[in-house]
C-alpha cells in the first residue's frame, strides 16, 4: 500500500505513520518555572542528535486543552535548563501518570508518587528512581513547519551538560549494561516496548 500522510488516505483506521518510526526512545522531561515549581512529562519525540557536545532534543507539539503551550516547553524556556530522565519498565505506570494534563503549576511527579531530588548542575531536579538522568543546558528553540497554525511544533535543543548512571547498571568491564535498566520505548498506538536484550555487529573497516 501507499498513502499520503498530508490527505490521511491511508484507508486504515488510525494513519500508521507513528507507528512506524519505532522505536523511539522516550525522553522524560523535568524542568522548573520561574517559582521553581516542579514539572515532569514524557515526550517520545526525542533522541540525541550529536555527539560533541552531546546534545538531545525533545519535541513538544500542540497546546494543551486551555490554549496554552506545554509547560516544559515554557519552563525550559524560562529556566534554561532541563533533565532527562530515563523512563523504564519498572516506572512505567508512574511515566505514564505524568502525561496527564494538568493546570501549570502542578508538580507530575508528586501525582505520581515520585521523588525528586537534585541536579548537580541544573536548577531541574531529576526522579531518584530513573537509574539515568542526563542534566541539560536549554540551547534553543526551533519552529517547525505546522499544518495548524495554532498547534505549534517545536523542538528544544539542549546540551547535556552532566550524566547520572545508577551503578547497578554498570558491568566489571566498564560497560553500562542497559538490560538491566529496561529502558521503554513508544510503538504506535498505545503500545510500547522494553530493551530487555541486545546483540552486537561490528562496523566494515
Ligand atoms: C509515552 C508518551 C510520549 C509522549 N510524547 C510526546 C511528544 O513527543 N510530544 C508531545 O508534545 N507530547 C507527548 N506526549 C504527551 C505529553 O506528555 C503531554 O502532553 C503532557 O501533558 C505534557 O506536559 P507539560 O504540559 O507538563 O509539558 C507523550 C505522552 C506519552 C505518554
Redesign the pocket.
Known amino acids: 500500500m501507499f498513502y499520503e500522510p498530508r490527505l490521511q488516505n491511508s484507508g486504515l483506521t488510525i494513519d500508521p505513520l507513528k507507528a512506524l518510526v519505532v522505536p523511539r526512545p522516550?525522553g522524560w522531561i523535568s524542568s522548573v518555572d520561574l517559582e521553581g515549581r516542579v514539572?515532569l512529562?514524557?515526550?517520545?519525540?526525542?533522541n540525541m542528535v550529536a555527539d560533541s557536545p552531546p546534545i538531545v532534543l525533545?519535541?513538544?507539539?500542540?497546546r494543551?486543552a486551555n490554549g496554552e503551550i506545554?509547560?516544559?516547553?515554557r519552563n525550559v524556556e524560562a529556566s534554561g535548563a532541563f533533565v532527562v530522565n530515563m523512563a523504564t519498565w519498572d516506572l512505567r505506570e508512574q511515566?505514564?501518570a505524568t502525561?496527564?494534563?494538568?493546570p501549570a503549576g502542578v508538580n507530575?511527579a508528586d501525582v505520581a508518587g515520585l521523588e525528586m531530588v537534585p541536579s548537580r548542575i541544573v536548577n531541574a531536579p531529576r526522579v531518584a528512581a530513573s537509574p539515568v538522568a542526563l542534566e541539560c543546558r536549554y540551547l534553543q528553540t526551533v519552529s517547525l513547519p505546522t499544518l495548524d497554525p495554532d498547534q505549534p511544533n517545536d523542538v528544544i535543543f539542549g546540551d547535556v551538560v552532566g550524566v547520572h548512571i545508577d551503578e547497578k547498571l554498570i558491568t566489571p568491564e566498564g560497560r553500562v549494561d542497559i538490560t538491566i535498566a529496561k529502558p521503554l520505548a513508544?510503538l504506535g498506538y498505545s503500545l510500547y516496548t522494553a530493551v530487555t536484550e541486545t546483540f552486537a555487529m561490528r562496523r566494515p573497516q
Do not use: C, L
Not at 512529562?41 to 526525542?46: E, G, K, L
Not at 525533545?58 to 500542540?62: L, V
Open positions: 522516550i514539572n512529562a514524557p515526550f517520545s519525540f526525542f525533545f519535541a513538544p507539539s500542540g494543551k506545554k509547560d516544559s516547553r511515566m505514564n502525561s496527564g494534563q494538568f507530575e513508544r
